[in-house]
């Protein structure tokens, strides 16, 4: 079974920082694909970055120069470093695991609980 931990949200100023994480945690898989969706209110889920298991990131364009996406693989943790931040950054931040079985090497797809990151103007 996957279990995603999320942490780090809350509130900032426009201009400061936030550091998020997302943990997985279980047994009986590997993870690939890590990213980090958000969704601001009477909005749709978007993809804000993701990191590939070999270390190719992708980011959306409106945070491209300020927000950075990492990973430990040793401790299946996706870092979210958000500098910079804009009102507009608001919303929930949900992560986002793709693992595959060891057994079926079956591709499944995870999302954390979700952290509020609000950011004041």
């Known amino acids: 079974q996957v279990q995603l931990v999320e942490s780090g949200g809350g509130l900032v100023q426009a201009g400061g920082s936030l550091r998020l994480s997302c943990t997985t945690s279980?047994?009986?898989?590997?993870?690939?694909?890590m990213g980090w969706y958000r969704q601001a209110p009477g909005a749709q889920r978007e993809l804000v970055a993701s990191v590939a298991s070999g270390g190719n990131t992708n980011y959306a364009d409106s945070v491209k120069g300020r927000f950075t996406i990492s990973r430990d693989n040793a401790n299946n943790t996706v870092y979210l470093q958000m500098n910079s931040l804009k009102p507009e950054d608001t919303g929930v931040y949900y992560c986002n695991v793709v693992v595959v079985t060891a057994i079926w090497r079956r591709s499944l797809d995870y999302w954390g609980q979700g952290t509020q990151v609000t950011v004041s103007s």
């Open positions: 279980g047994s009986g898989f590997s993870v690939k694909a």
